[in-house]
């Protein structure tokens, strides 16, 4: 008999119940879901709320992004102006410290053209020999600042045993000459502060030439300099056109000293008379000029024989120098001739003279002695005005300095009457009157050279006994034994026979 249908669909077993026949069977439910239009509408709107909010977050995150891109792009050209800025306060202290460091150069430069400038200077006005000057300059100049150095003085003659001078000269020194104005001749512009600038010289087509004139203020020459390097620096040609300007006021007092020079010592050689020969007292007398200064002028010495056969010798010092001091020695010795032709007394003489320079001349002093010879008589008679003494060697080469006090000097404005001092002379006797240039030294005063000078007498040989002009050289040649002199020199010698 056929099962019931409810027994047919229970399971005859538990575990037969459990597990399914077929696979199939078992993933395919036994009521499917129905899904409606609503939930699909539902479920896409859903979605779309949900897309919505992640473009909103999509949005938002751009922004942030699109907000940081900017911040770092600023960011950025900061640090890139940071860096520019450095860069140029790095490239502005480079170009301090090369400021500063041409300025220094500048001023060393600057410091070294001055430096030598005074010195140079300072050589070449410390001489008044023009030769001196001229030789000196080139010897300043090169190498450092010149190759070659020419000096053409317009009116310049040769001295005696001297060569020709040149006569080629450059065309840029003539062009000087004539205008005036400082030349530079090369291949290329100089570019130099108030200099010209001219062709290369045919003489020197290689070499750059410098012509400066040499004013002061009359044109007396030219100075041609070659260029030590390629060129001339301008700051360096400046300090040698103001060297220039300084050796031409050199040259020009030099030249004004001797022809000043010249003039005064003329003029004072002209008023040195000769010695007149005597009978009872030979006579020599030496004059040797100021070798430096202006010392010209001052010293002089005469001899004359007086009415009754008597000698009257006679030296002096005038105070001042050059033309002055030359014209009044000249007036002393006239005014000392004349009062001499009245009275043969040395102190009666000096006292005339002292009252004459008091009322015609206030301003000028002199110191003098006279010593007077008289035939047959054996005493020296002499009186002196502010002069250094006189030595007397005696025939057996005793030596003694007539060291009685002298009276004031000549003009002094004081009211004073000089005294007459007398010493027995021996036959053969040997006077020597003289000026303080012929004993008396800076470094030592008068008294070691009088000492010298009477050791020197009392040296003389019997040679130089015989002649008095012997005797003269034999007694210069110690005492002037160094060529420089600061004052002029006079010896007188007066032997007795």
């Not at 010249?262 to 050689?269: C, P, S």
């Not at 002292?354 to 008289?374: E, G």
């Not at 060697?393 to 004081?414: K, N």
């Amino acid at each position: 008999m056929p099962a019931h249908p409810a027994e047919a669909a229970t399971p005859a077993h538990p575990a037969d119940a459990a597990m399914p026949a077929h696979p199939a069977e078992a993933a395919t439910p036994a009521h499917p879901a129905k899904v409606t239009t609503d939930d699909l509408a539902e479920a896409v709107l859903a979605c779309a709320e949900d897309t919505a909010a992640l473009l909103d977050l999509l949005a938002e995150q751009e922004e942030l992004v699109r907000f940081h891109r900017e911040e770092l792009h600023q960011t950025n050209q900061g640090v890139l102006a940071l860096h520019a800025e450095l860069e140029a306060a790095v490239q502005a202290q480079h170009d301090l410290l090369d400021a500063e460091r041409a300025a220094r150069a500048d001023a060393e430069k600057s410091r070294r053209l001055l430096t030598f400038l005074a010195d140079a200077s300072a050589a070449v006005t410390a001489s008044l020999d023009p030769e001196d000057i001229l030789r000196r300059l080139p010897e300043l100049l090169i190498p450092d600042y010149a190759a070659e150095a020419d000096i053409w003085l317009f009116d310049e003659e040769p001295g005696e045993g001297q060569a020709p001078r040149r006569t080629d000269r450059p065309a840029a020194a003539v062009t000087a000459a004539r205008t005036g104005r400082p030349q530079h001749a090369a291949p290329h512009p100089g570019g130099l502060p108030g200099v010209d600038d001219l062709p290369p010289s045919v003489l020197f087509p290689d070499r750059p030439l410098l012509c400066i004139p040499l004013t002061a203020p009359r044109l007396l020459g030219v100075l041609t300099l070659t260029a030590p390097g390629p060129r001339f620096d301008p700051d360096t040609a400046v300090m040698l056109m103001e060297l220039a300007g300084r050796l031409a006021i050199a040259l020009d007092h030099a030249r004004r000293y001797e022809q000043h020079r010249d003039v005064a010592e003329a003029l004072q050689r002209a008023q040195l008379t000769e010695l007149p020969l005597t009978e009872g007292v030979d006579l020599a007398a030496r004059y040797l000029p100021a070798t430096r200064g202006l010392n010209i002028g001052g010293d002089w010495y005469d001899a004359f024989v007086q009415p009754d056969g008597s000698v009257l010798a006679v030296i002096g010092d005038v105070t001042g120098h050059g033309l002055n001091a030359a014209v009044m020695m000249g007036q002393l010795r006239t005014a000392l001739r004349a009062y001499a032709v009245e009275d043969d007394s040395p102190a009666r003489i000096l006292t005339r003279l002292h009252h004459m320079l008091c009322h015609q001349q206030p301003t000028l002093y002199a110191t003098a002695v006279i010593a007077r010879f008289r035939p047959g008589d054996p005493t020296l008679v002499w009186a002196a005005a502010g002069h250094p003494p006189a030595v007397v060697r005696s025939p057996d080469g005793t030596v003694r300095v007539l060291d009685a006090r002298p009276g004031i000097m000549l003009g002094v404005p004081l009211p004073f009457t000089y005294e007459d001092h007398t010493l027995p002379l021996h036959p053969g006797s040997t006077v020597a009157l003289y000026t303080d240039g012929l004993v008396e030294r800076r470094s030592q005063g008068i008294d070691p050279g009088i000492e010298r000078l009477a050791q020197a007498m009392g040296a003389l040989s019997g040679a130089d006994l015989e002649d008095l002009d012997a005797s003269a050289e034999a007694l210069l040649k110690p005492l002037l034994h160094d060529s420089e002199r600061d004052d002029d020199v006079c010896l007188l010698l007066c032997r007795t026979r």
